[in-house]
């Protein structure tokens, strides 16, 4: 099970730190990703991390400005979101090898 | 970046029909890096189809997915109420790993 948390309303230029609970499965042994959602828009990927950790994916809309990473003793997924803009609002999920989808947290960048 | 190109936009079936939806890469994309969501209203994606072929857990057997290179095909036969949503294609074979922009299934 995949847990999401921290969704809230940023101003533009703000931060957020999204959490990504699991259980039942250990995140650092499996591929987890982040993948977004614009208001009655489609999907988008935003970025993986490889069970080692060695290997990082950012989709260019993102890179530079978010950060994954995650803590093996809290089981945990983490997405940090610096330099907020209005085009990152969305439902923000994340997903184990795309398989295990969480319910998804509301990340809302609105003055 | 791969595109994929998701047809069409929308389509109207009946309960009982089939069901074809078309997803074509800008590029030559892995067999096995080809995968179909569906998506409900409020709903998170569910994954229905990894490796361009084969079944996720628990899905029924009236999804199926073949295609190779650029060309790939969802088809849902015998179409059930719950099937009427939208449904993704995507690739994961390299990075970004680009989603296509959807198909709506809609009751005709």
């Known amino acids: 099970q995949l847990v999401e948390s921290g969704g809230d309303l940023v101003q533009p230029g703000g931060s957020l730190r999204l959490s990504c609970a699991a259980s039942g499965f250990t995140v650092s042994g499996t591929y987890m990703s982040w993948v977004r959602q614009a208001p009655g828009k489609g999907l988008e990927w935003v970025s993986s991390i490889s069970p080692g950790g060695e290997t ?7 890179r530079g400005r978010f950060t994954i990473s995650r803590d093996n003793a809290k089981n945990s997924l983490y997405l940090q979101m610096n330099s907020l803009r209005a085009e990152d609002t969305a439902v923000y999920y994340c997903t184990r090898l795309f398989s295990h989808w969480g319910q998804g947290a509301l990340v809302t960048v609105s003055s | 970046e791969i595109v ?31 995968a179909w969501y569906q998506q409900r209203p409020g709903q998170a994606p569910r994954l229905l189809i990894y490796g361009s072929a084969n079944r996720g857990t628990g899905i029924p057997d009236r999804f199926s997915g073949r295609g190779s290179g650029t060309d790939f095909t969802l088809t849902i036969n015998s179409l059930e109420p719950e099937d009427f949503a939208v449904y993704y294609c995507q690739q994961y074979g390299s990075s970004p790993y680009t989603f296509g ?8």
């Not at chain 2, 922009?101 to 005709?108: A, V």
Request: aromatic content about 4%; hydrophobic content about 30%; proline content about 4%.
């Open chain 1, 56 to 62: 990082i994916y950012y989709a260019d809309s993102v």
């Open chain 2, 4 to 34: 994929l190109t998701q047809s069409p936009g929308t389509l109207s079936l009946s309960p009982g029909e089939r069901a074809t939806l078309s997803c074509r890469a800008s590029q030559t994309v892995s067999s096995s890096s080809i």
């Open chain 2, 101 to 108: 922009q959807g198909t709506k299934l809609e009751i005709k």
